[in-house]
């Protein structure tokens, strides 16, 4: 059993009220980690930390923090093989994803922001009327900072607020899920390592209702940043309205792929299997509805089941395994009560649908499902409309590009799309009309850490990424300096 503790001003710390969160281990039903649970007087003693350090931090020159971020960025890469482990422990993903995708990917995050501010240029304005001026603008870190993350990809998620935070000069208390808190707690240690002062990362693990709300909560917080559900993201939109301080949302998504009559079915089968089933279907970018068209459906829907029946659901820490277990048992019970709500609306269950047999014995009890295929279920149905954020996919038959696009729109959330065609010309007339935040052709999740990233209606408010995320985490203001008479 591991303990994770509290990082505030430079040291782990135990949780005020002196009380753990206990958290198994979803693949095996092993006790896990024993996580402080912390609340308003944590988050108090963090702020209090975070604005002490802000003092000098706010004032530490670019180069600095950049090499302070480089060097946790390069923590992060020589205790791959810790953290990839834990990551996979706490989440049941399998090992080779973390090895490949989140822990990668956090190291990433923070050489990327650690460099971007060293190539950071301000706009300025000359002005002639009604007096000879320069008009520039300043760029400043807000102070302190909210970050909070959720369970499907821990660290990686956790990185991309906190580098950016940390690389515009602000401190921050973060929260990652009281789900998969453990590489947060190593992140601190590696940050510690790398000369991060103390006060600079505050890290405040516990419950949403609890802690993450005495986040969003906390007097000197100047912004929030939060991935998340909607319904989350809404309620902490509510609270940073009435305090008048700015959230980024990154919330749920329900997104399409939409294969066209000109598709090359041999890249769009395993790629778009991928899109669905990787990380057990839990990633908000996953796609989840397969809108075909008519003329390749049955082309289609067959090799697409015989894509999803050849993945391996098996035990994270084996090689062979493609997909490892769901977050939770409770989680397994939500995605297999949207299975069963496609069917009762007409749907049938091409493939999957339950609970794997022959999984090994160290994993037999754990949160496993068989990637799953529906298809008939009517539009109208909760289980097309409502994110399932499982290993299940609806597929659909349309007619005319323009019913793709209505089908696409047609959910509440507006994350991301992928289209599937030969016609160039064709994709992007399909992505101009998709009411999304990232619309891929002929690929799926192919990232640049500098393209605005996030989503429309119920998938949230703001962008990451790039210059976007710096941005959030900043102050702009103007400043005019009189040039005086002409010569
Ligand atoms: P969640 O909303 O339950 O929790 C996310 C985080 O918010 C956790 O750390 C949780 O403790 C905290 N939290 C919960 N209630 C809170 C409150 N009242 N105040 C402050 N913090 C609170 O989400 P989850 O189940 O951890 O994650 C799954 C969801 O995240 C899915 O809907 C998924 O689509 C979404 N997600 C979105 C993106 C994106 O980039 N758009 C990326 C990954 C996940």
């Not at 294969?259 to 991928?274: G, M, Q, S």
């Not at 710096?470 to 702009?476: H, I, K, N, Q, T």
Request: aromatic residues 6%; hydrophobic residues 45%.
């Amino acid at each position: 059993m591991y303990e994770v503790d509290h990082f505030i001003n430079g040291s782990f710390v135990p949780a005020s009220c002196g009380t753990r969160l206990s958290r198994e281990n979803p693949a095996t039903g092993a006790p896990l980690r024993a996580i402080a649970r912390g609340g308003a007087a944590d988050v108090a003693k963090a702020a209090d930390a975070a604005q002490r350090a802000f003092e000098s931090w706010g004032c530490t020159p670019a180069s600095e923090r950049s090499r302070i971020l480089l060097a946790i960025a390069s923590g992060l890469d020589a205790r791959l093989d810790e953290l990839a482990l834990l990551e996979s422990e706490d989440t049941g993903k399998p090992l080779s994803l973390a090895r490949s995708l989140d822990i990668p990917r956090a190291a990433a995050n923070f050489r990327f922001f650690a460099t971007a501010i060293l190539h950071e240029a301000s706009a300025s304005f000359l002005t002639e009327r009604p007096a000879r001026a320069l008009n520039y603008v300043l760029r400043k870190p807000l102070g302190t900072v909210g970050c909070i993350s959720p369970w499907n990809l821990p660290l990686y998620l956790f990185t991309w607020k906190i580098a950016p935070a940390l690389a515009a000069g602000n401190c921050v208390i973060a929260k990652p899920s009281e789900l998969t808190p453990t590489t947060a707690a190593v992140l601190c240690d590696i940050a510690r390592n790398a000369g991060l002062p103390a006060g600079v990362l505050n890290v405040v693990h516990g419950l949403g209702a609890e802690a993450g709300q005495a986040i969003v909560d906390c007097p000197s917080v100047r912004a929030v940043s939060f991935t998340g559900g909607t319904a989350t993201g809404r309620r902490i939109a509510g609270r940073c309205g009435e305090r008048l301080i700015p959230a980024s949302l990154e919330l749920g998504g329900k997104n399409a792929a939409i294969v066209c009559e000109d598709a090359d079915l041999a890249l769009a089968v395993p790629e778009i299997a991928r899109s669905a089933f990787l990380n057990q279907g839990e990633i908000c970018l996953c796609s989840s509805r397969i809108l075909v068209h008519r003329t390749r459906m049955k082309e289609f829907t067959e090799r697409f089941i015989a894509a999803a029946r050849a993945l391996t659901v098996g035990d994270p820490l084996a090689a062979e395994s493609d997909l490892g277990c769901l977050i939770s048992k409770a989680h397994r019970e939500k995605v297999l009560a949207a299975i069963e709500r496609g069917v009762s609306d007409g749907g049938v269950v091409a493939t999957g649908g339950g609970i794997p047999r022959h999984l090994p014995a160290r994993v037999a009890g754990g949160a496993f499902l068989e990637p799953t295929v529906l298809l008939g279920v009517p539009q109208s149905s909760a289980c097309v409309q409502e994110e399932t954020f499982g290993p299940v996919v609806t597929v659909h038959g349309f007619d005319r590009h323009r019913d793709a696009v209505t089908m696409a729109n047609g959910t509440r959330y507006g994350l991301a799309a992928s289209i599937w065609t030969r016609d160039l010309a064709r994709a992007h007339r399909i992505a101009a009309r998709l009411d999304v935040g990232t619309a891929w052709i002929n690929c799926w999740m192919l990232r640049d850490l500098r393209v605005p990233f996030g989503g429309v209606r119920d998938s949230g408010i703001g962008r990451e990424g790039g210059n976007e995320a710096l941005r959030f985490f900043s102050d702009v203001s103007n400043v005019c300096v009189s040039l005086g008479e002409a010569l």
